[in-house]
């Protein structure tokens, strides 16, 4: 058997998908909505496997914290974190058709496009174009015509692809202006690119007043949470807390299948650290992995070699920031060879300054590649002490840790104190408002307002929900530079967060493991590892004759009883077709019935991959099932003591 | 031990579900939003070991299918399955403070305040009020006035509470009207009643245009994929399919914690089966199982007598109305008694005429009983052949089952005859439009078409999408009856529907299984089954003495390695305030270790309900867990071979 023997072919991977109803278009009856996906049977339990591996390899082994919370978030959450004005991208209105185009993905398609045109006038023979979305696309535009670029403007084009993930809109805008971008249907012009929230909006309740979104990210609720997650960790630090669930983007012009959609399964982890120290306990287990890494300052020299070296290196070297992001790192690269993916089409890039989402201090992504380019399916952000500051500036609710000090230390700090009994009968109704302001100032505000108020006597300042400027005069207030022994030390903690976009890691296994029989193209096989193959076994009976019916029976009983997924083919079709019908399901094993297993109970266990056969009691070959399957075992060691076979080739 | 000995206590429940974050108000230090929760640690495990037993008692043990469809559904969808039309509640508006109040709800509150009045005002002891979400609603009541009502009064009451599920629109404002019910709070006039849908509302893609709701179930998913689960299925019926998933209702006022709210977890089953025979293979199996059944002619009667008899009378006599509801009937039975509800406090209640959903043909509730009243937990519901037959006309894709008949049969029919060379020169791009309509026409239409026909020469009809009546004649045309042999069966299936509120449910158990130990009512223990606890174990070292983090480490590594979720306690709180905390999280098993377990490898394990106690082993004792949790042995049974243990009282 050879897995390289028939090269990829995309084309051939979506037909057994949808054939088997691993997915389609939700609402297909209806024609569909771009961007949403419904999983069939295979592709739902596919899902269920992955994530059930998800909560063994990372909650139950770190003790981490799982919650789940609401996909509906009330406006003023998502104001704070950042969201309401940031998480957007740019698009163009063709004012005359009113199509809509993403801003980036247009000056990419129409600059590639120009290239190709350009090799082609040169006479280059550019690679038959395989990309079926693009295809599509490419029907849109009118015609690639075959025009001789100069080379400079070549060159100029190389490297504005190069960086287009690191444009502002009105940088793409001047783009569009200058390379005179159009509508490539029509070339309608285009009006400057605006900005569109990507949020889902909706009214929560009966009056519409209050305006709320559908979340973006599982990682807000768990950050509103803090507090209460650290009372029931018993006020230990550091810890993780994690959630899985559905999250919503509005993407403007969706493409490419399950890797960019509306609605998605995302699985986060938000892991909170003192931010004076990022070591992990249990980095030394992992500092031995090697990973292949994409730092930033090789990116930015416009080289995509990758650096292969250990993570105990690549801390130790300061390229990855800390052991805890380190440790992550390992976590994931060992979580997704587990799960399926191809080591060797994995690699960690870290991202470039201008492309960092607005909470993140540092970003490693981990990027599977596809016939699609290399597509980030986990992102590891350091996303600092940024949501819980923000969150606790905006409530007043302290988010923080209390730790009690080794020793007690002495620190300076400016405090205030407020003369109460001039301070409530001066301002009454405003006076709760009025003092709270004043003990959420900073120790820089204090410091400038208590030389203000020294040099002029008095200090103006403006409060929220206070009519007029609240005049304050050394009579009701005074600002001290003060002595304070403290045994407590109070620090708002760092998260470190490595998020996983669940249906892009499924599409990208799904490429990394479809291949075809030697000499037989269309005898497609999904190689999905046995812990989250949808199916473990297909259970097939050599014909419809009675009296295999009671040992399938018999079979099936104790298969259920041991909780492993399987299906009995009972139909009429060889059993060469059924084993091909259960390779593009991507089950497993398969055990064959027959007129022997009557006499002796006797089964054949057939392995997808290597069509190899062993013969056995029924109990021992499901036994080696459920040790190759839950327990990581080899074939070669699960099957050691049954016995070949090679009559009855099936697959002949 | 009795579980009895301390009346139930709902506030030192909420009190202790709170504490031990097993869910809490979503967005609380924003303030909390009502209708949406989170769920914290145990909660979040509690629900999880739910939905996997859920799994593998419905679809492992069924063979169903389960899917994974989107929540965001566009218009059309909704608009043919009947939700945009019907799915409402009614609301009354203040329009002088605003407030916004369920008409049903107001009604009930208002009634049942002025009969407790009435009966204070003839000296009736009304029982103390225990509700303290009631009591946050009676303190917007002004006051209840002790007036003394009419006797017939009173039973006009007392009549119209009894039907307050069945009233439309009109009648309750009718009501309203009739007996001046004001804003209880300011006793301010409330505008007529009008609806609300209940669905929220968002618009999906860049433009705007396309409007779209979160769904209000996951049924709706199933429907549209029924003929791709059909053909996975290899045509065979019946067949189920199955989704667990988020869905939304917009509620008028939320309250009652989890069991009214805005964002739910649902598992949705529908059995799709030929209308023709809803017998089901497996009946048998459960024929004996005994149900409490509160039928529609019971309730019709007045009274909520409860009716015991098995499932297999309840068919026989008709009063279920067949073996496929049946079973699922005795199935979700086994289900819930299986995670925790207590037996005698479930029933099966029949919906009456005049509430049943506007898709359904007969429902059956599974209720639970709470210290909120008997609580709708999972719906069973006969929904016929509404969708498939709905979204078909609506999109004219068939959802039907073929189905091969034994002896072909002869059948009479209408049919229609085109004559496409005129039709289509006459017609034009009008044409395909008219023919599709044609084609769509029922027997029963057709029939009156033909009548018209012969009786006129010509018939006129109006087609969507075409400007103009179209006037077809009988040189376009013929309508006549022909014979002709059919060999196949054509049919739309009927749907099953086993509909699980799984919060409703979680919560249920959490009052069934909630009791404080005799002598102390503020110890509290949450008596979950081993199966669904959120941690199987916990792991208490009887000191914080180094010599036994060896053996801690050991144990732990074992019972990880063993996939049983445990937790270690090693803070330094008593061993019994250690298990008192860990009563309430519901945790059924405690290890402890102490300096004999450095010796000689042995632990003791700690019942959480009867706080009896053995020795053995640490393998042997981890072994009698998993068999006890996993495998449904009994405690004396799994424990038979370890030794009693008694000294080292820690509940003392």
């Known amino acids: 058997m050879s897995t390289a023997a028939v090269p990829f072919n995309r ?33 739902c339990a596919f899902q269920a496997n992955v994530i059930d591996t998800w909560r063994k390899h990372f909650i139950l082994e770190e003790d981490m914290l799982e919650v789940d919370t609401t996909m509906l978030t009330p406006h003023e959450v998502l104001k704070t974190s ?16 009113g199509e809509i185009f993403r801003a980036d993905h247009l000056v990419e398609e129409v600059l590639e496009s120009r290239l190709k045109g350009d090799k082609a006038a040169r006479g280059i023979v550019v690679k038959e174009e395989e990309d079926e979305d693009k ?18 403007v070549v060159a100029e084009y190389e490297n504005v692809l190069a960086q287009i993930d690191g444009y502002s809109g009105p940088q793409l805008g001047e783009l569009i202006e200058k390379y005179e971008i159009h509508n490539p249907a029509t070339n309608g012009k285009l009006e400057p690119p605006v900005e569109f929230n990507l949020m889902f909006e909706t009214a929560i309740g009966p009056s519409g007043n209050l305006k709320g979104y559908l979340r973006p990210e599982t990682a807000q609720g768990q950050f509103l949470n803090f507090s209460k997650l650290l009372e029931f960790n018993n006020d230990k630090m550091p810890f993780a807390s994690a ?11 969706p493409r490419a299948g399950l890797l960019r959609v509306r609605e998605f399964v995302m699985a986060e982890i938000e892991h909170f650290v003192d931010p004076d120290d990022k070591s992990h306990p249990k980095f030394k287990e992992v500092e031995h992995i090697k990973l292949r890494f994409l730092p930033k300052d090789v990116q930015e020299s416009g080289s995509t070699v990758v650096i292969e070296k250990t993570i105990g290196e690549a801390v130790s070297s300061g390229m990855v920031d800390n052991e805890t992001l380190g440790y992550f790192l390992a976590r994931v690269y060992l979580f997704l060879v587990k799960i ?12 470039m300054s201008n492309e960092m989402a607005h909470y993140a201090s540092d970003c490693w992504d981990a990027e599977l590649q596809t016939s699609y380019g290399w597509i980030e399916c986990v992102g590891c952000a350091d996303r600092s002490a940024y949501d819980l500051t923000v969150h606790s500036a905006r409530t007043n609710e302290k988010l923080v840790v209390r730790q009690p000090l080794p020793e007690p230390i002495t620190v300076e700090k400016f405090e205030i104190a407020i003369e109460k009994k001039k301070f409530g009968p001066k301002f ?3 006076a709760g408002a009025i003092e709270k302001w004043l003990v959420n100032r900073t120790q820089c505000e204090l410091e400038d307002l208590g030389k203000e108020l020294k040099e002029n ?7 929220d929900g206070v009519e007029n400027k609240v005049e304050l005069g050394t009579d009701l207030i005074n600002i001290e530079k003060v002595k304070r022994t403290e045994h407590i030390r109070e620090y708002t903690p760092n998260v470190i967060e490595p998020s996983f976009g669940i249906g892009r890691i499924l599409y990208s296994i799904f490429e990394h493991q479809f291949w075809s029989r030697e000499g037989d193209a269309d005898r497609g096989v999904l190689s999905l590892p046995p812990l989250v193959a949808p199916t473990k076994v297909l259970l097939v009976p050599l014909s419809n004759a009675a009296e295999l019916q009671p040992i399938v029976t018999k079979v099936s009983a104790f298969l259920r009883k041991q909780q492993i997924p399987f299906k009995v083919d009972d139909s009429s079709a060889s059993i060469g077709k059924r084993y091909s019908r259960n390779d593009e399901l991507g089950t497993p094993f398969g055990i064959t019935i027959d007129f022997d297993s009557v006499k002796d109970n006797s089964v054949t266990l057939r392995e997808r991959d290597s069509t190899k056969q062993v013969r056995g009691s029924y109990e021992d070959i499901i036994a080696a099932i459920k040790e190759i399957t839950y327990f990581g075992t080899s074939w070669a060691e699960g099957t050691a003591k049954l016995t070949p076979f090679d009559s009855q080739s099936t697959d002949a």
Chains 1, 2 share one sequence.
């Open 11 to 43: 084309e051939a991977l979506d037909q057994v998908l949808k054939r088997r109803f691993f997915f389609a278009p939700a609402f297909e009856i209806y024609g569909g909505v771009s961007g949403l996906y419904d999983y069939g049977p295979p592709g």
């Open 457 to 463: 006597g008095k200090i103006e300042v403006a409060v």
């Open 135 to 152: 295809k599509k696309r490419k029907k849109k535009v009118k015609e690639i015509k075959n025009v001789k670029l100069a080379d400079e």
């Open 428 to 430: 009454r109704k405003d």
């Open 243 to 253: 959630s899985i669930g559905k999250s919503f983007r509005n993407e403007i012009a």
């Open 340 to 351: 399926g993916v191809d080591a060797n089409r994995m690699r960690f890039r870290q991202h």
């Open 82 to 97: 950042g969201h309401v004005d940031k998480f957007a991208d740019w698009m163009c209105r063709d004012l005359k058709t």
